[in-house]
């Protein structure tokens, strides 16, 4: 049941306005100052303060200052006469839900009621919401509730504290700058820097420049002397992005500076000493880039002393729920004046379960966000959906066979149709197992070892 608190120096004033809302279902708090409201806000849960503007040693803009300071987003109406409508309006600009004219009706008051405690509870339902996807599947900003990211996020825990060099292996969009986030902001090192570098988005010259730095009059155009990223992160942390792009000359640099601690500006000769831990990711298979004679194998093993693998989102789906709900606590508070998406239909969350996801979490995100801009109502239908994701969806295998390694065999090709029609037949039949065997053609004891085969755990895959 929903709580409002009226306040009004007028005793018999709360009474009456009482009787209107219980009669309404709220449940009703009294307080006749505002030194009194504050005081039953602190042991009660209110959904709506409701209170006069005009009132002696602390009117109601004074209460509603007060108020927001320990909620913000809790929604307060000013009751104001006619003579205090600018008053009125200034509590508007501080943070007022609305304001309602003396006399009003009863039916504009419980309008009014009723419009400001379902704004709250969307709040409070978000605010559920991150708390629980925050307490059960996060680490940081990384959110997940598979095995394969609990594994990463107790790499994490253990590493975190060391000073080892990290190599964060994965597909563009699987988060691994999040990765080398939650490191440092885990480490000892937290307070201090932490800096990144995208390897990839810079020609070889300008990226020498941007690592180490260089002296005045250098080439053209370096006017002064400039510290490079290496300096800048000095005890902190330094991440390197897309670590497989360096050019053989700067990985022959970064090996010395990995091995002695010391390195030269660009065009200087005095050695520059730094005290940084390394992190290192990449979207290549490194070991293939050593084969193929592009990435020193010397380098690669000094990179090495920790790998942690970011697996694609398609392989584990049971994270959708969980960073669905992430993004859309996330995105719900730049709706303004708009009402807020707190969840997504039935519909929706089948075609993201039968999506291949090429870009990962980043995709996801993207087209999470897209929807909300989009979205009419708190919840998001297909028709929110982007339309270039409605025809990617249409177009996409429902069995993903692209996704299997060129060189797959036929026994591993087969397992894995097998898988994707298990999970398949498990969402259409809502995860009733006995039903989902049945879609199958199989008996429920068969599905159950099959379950087993594939280490598909049912309710990571539930709500």
Known sequence: MDTILI??????????????????????????????????????????????????????????????????????????????????????????????????????????????????????????????????????????????????????????????????EGASGTGKELVAKSIHFNSPRRNQPFVAVNCSALAETLLESELFGHEKGAFTGAISMKKGRFELADQGTLFLDEIGELSSPLQVKLLRVLQEKIFERVGGTRPVSVNIRLIAATNKSLREEIRKGRFREDLFYRLNVVHVVLPPLQERMEDIR????????????????????????KEVERLFFEYSWPGNVRELENVIERAMVMCPSDTIRVDDLPKDFRKNISMDNALHLDDLPSQATLYEALAHVEKQMILHALQKADYVQAHAAALLGIGKSGLNQKLKKYNIDVADYQE
């Open 7 to 168: 306040v009004d120096d007028e005793k018999n004033y709360p009474l009456i306005l009482s009787a209107v809302l219980q009669e309404e279902g709220f449940e009703t708090l009294t307080a006749n100052s505002g030194q009194e409201a504050l005081e039953v806000l602190t042991h009660s849960d209110v959904d709506l303060v409701l209170t006069d503007m005009k009132m002696p040693k602390m009117d109601g803009i004074e209460l509603l200052q007060n108020i927001k300071t320990k909620d913000a987003e809790l929604p307060v109406i000013m009751m104001t006469a006619y003579g205090t409508v600018e008053k009125a309006v200034e509590a508007m600009q501080k943070g007022a839900y609305s304001y309602i004219l003396k006399p009003f009706d009863n039916e504009q008051l419980i309008l009014y009621a009723r419009k400001a405690v379902d704004m709250y509870r969307v709040v409070k339902e978000n605010r559920q919401l991150r708390s629980a996807v925050a307490n059960r599947y996060s680490f940081g900003n990384l959110i997940g509730k598979s095995k394969a990211m609990q594994d990463v996020f107790d790499t994490i825990r253990k590493v975190a504290p060391a000073t080892a060099t990290v190599l964060i």
């Open 322 to 345: 969980p960073l669905s709900a992430h993004f859309i606590a996330k995105y719900a508070d730049e709706r303004h004046g708009v009402q807020p998406v707190i969840r997504m239909d």
